[in-house]
Structure formats: C-alpha cells, structure tokens
C-alpha cells in the first residue's frame, strides 16, 4: 500500500514535520507493509505558484500530484496561519483539485495541524475536515492538533495512536477490496406493456421528434 505524507512546515526543523514523521511511522506500524513518502510543500513553492500563472505544474510538483492521487491513504500536516490552515497549503490543493477534481474522491486522509497555543486545535473541524470533505475524501475520525505544550506531555502520544489505527483500517479495507469497477450500462429494456398500451421510454420519444 502506498502512504503519501503532506507536511506545509516551513521552518527546518519543524514542529509540523515531527509530527507529520510521528503519525507515519504509527500507521505503518498498524497497516504493516507501506510504501510511505513525504511530500514537503516548502521545496515546491515556487512551482505552485508558478503553476497558477502559467497553468502547467513543473516535474516536481507534477510528481507530487501524481503520488497523491495514486495514494492508498494521505496523511496531511499544516501549521496554523490566522486560525486557518496555511496558504501553501490550502494552494498545494487547490492545483490538485482543478488538475483532477476526482483525486482524493474516497481516499482515506488523516488530518493534523500544529500551532503555538491549544487555541487553536478546532481548526482540524472548522478548517481541515470541511476541506476534505469537500473534495469528497474520507476524512477518518479522529484529527491530530499538536500545540507547544503538548509535545513531552501526556495525550499526544494516544491521539497519534488512535488517528493511525483508524487511517490503517480504512486503508487496509480499501487495499482488500479496492474500488469497485464501474457498472456496465444496462442494455435497453424492451417496451414495457401497461394496460394494453405500449410504454416507450422518455429518451425514444425525444428521439423521435429529432427525426
């Protein structure tokens, strides 16, 4: 299965990448076998920028859209800018969706954010889980906010856990059964007989007043 991590960490080292590492490592040790990458938006700023005025993402950025949407399961990590998500961020995918509207449709995705004060942790609600549901992914229940005290102290470490359990199973689910292939058009039924009288669909009759 493949993991694609997203972390919009801008500083080196970051708090946002720690923790987005953190909540790698835990899925991996529920899912079992991953094929797990990070994706560190900081290196492909210019190229999101430059994909809004030009219209064409560059290899790079073009290589991380791809590993998104052949996916099994996204772990996506923002710091808190305004009480919001960040503007790199939030245009990483933006430049997915209008590359692939249907990239993360029923796609498992975990969410995480760090920020300097508790404040701000209902950003995962109020921010991230409408984004993504939004984009018609699977959004799992429990979203990770770390803030600067919670890192040494009690309950982070049980959220990652959590979060991780459930991104597993979703992911391990979808891996057992994959997506089901899409139905075959049904052939058309003969004229339904009604009281005598012959129906014929709606779609010939029109059909007849083009002829």
């Known amino acids: 299965m493949k993991l694609v991590v997203v972390s919009a960490?801008?500083?080196?080292?970051?708090?946002?990448?720690?923790?987005?590492?953190?909540?790698?490592?835990?899925?991996?040790?529920?899912?079992g076998a991953v094929d797990a990458r990070v994706i560190e938006l900081r290196d492909l700023a210019v190229e999101i920028a430059h994909n809004f005025t030009g219209g064409?993402?560059?290899?790079?950025?073009?290589?991380?859209?791809?590993?998104?949407?052949?996916?099994?399961g996204l772990i996506v990590v923002?710091?808190?800018?305004?009480?919001?998500?960040?503007?790199?961020?939030?245009s990483f995918f933006d430049v997915l969706g209008v590359r692939d509207e249907g990239a993360l449709a029923?796609?498992?995705v975990l969410i995480a954010a760090t920020g300097g004060t508790a404040r701000h942790s209902l950003v995962l609600d109020h921010a991230l889980r409408p984004l993504f549901a939004y984009l018609k992914a699977v959004v799992v229940p429990t979203g990770v906010?770390?803030?600067?005290?919670?890192?040494?102290?009690?309950?982070?470490?049980?959220?990652?856990?959590?979060?991780a359990r459930e991104l597993a199973a979703l992911m391990t689910g979808?891996?057992?059964g994959r997506r089901p292939e899409r139905p075959a058009v049904p052939e058309q039924a003969?004229?339904?007989?009604?009281?005598?009288?012959?129906?014929?669909?709606f779609e010939e009759q029109l059909a007849a007043l083009r002829r």
């Open 9 to 31: 960490g801008l500083s080196v080292p970051s708090s946002t990448r720690l923790l987005a590492d953190r909540l790698a490592a835990a899925t991996a040790e529920h899912a």
């Open 174 to 176: 979808l891996s057992a």
């Open 56 to 72: 064409f993402p560059g290899p790079a950025l073009a290589d991380a859209l791809d590993a998104v949407a052949e996916a099994d």
């Open 78 to 90: 923002t710091p808190v800018f305004s009480a919001s998500y960040s503007g790199l961020f939030k």
């Open 190 to 201: 003969a004229p339904a007989q009604a009281g005598g009288f012959t129906v014929v669909p």
């Open 106 to 108: 029923g796609k498992p």
């Open 145 to 163: 906010y770390a803030a600067s005290e919670d890192w040494g102290a009690e309950g982070l470490p049980e959220r990652i856990a959590r979060a």
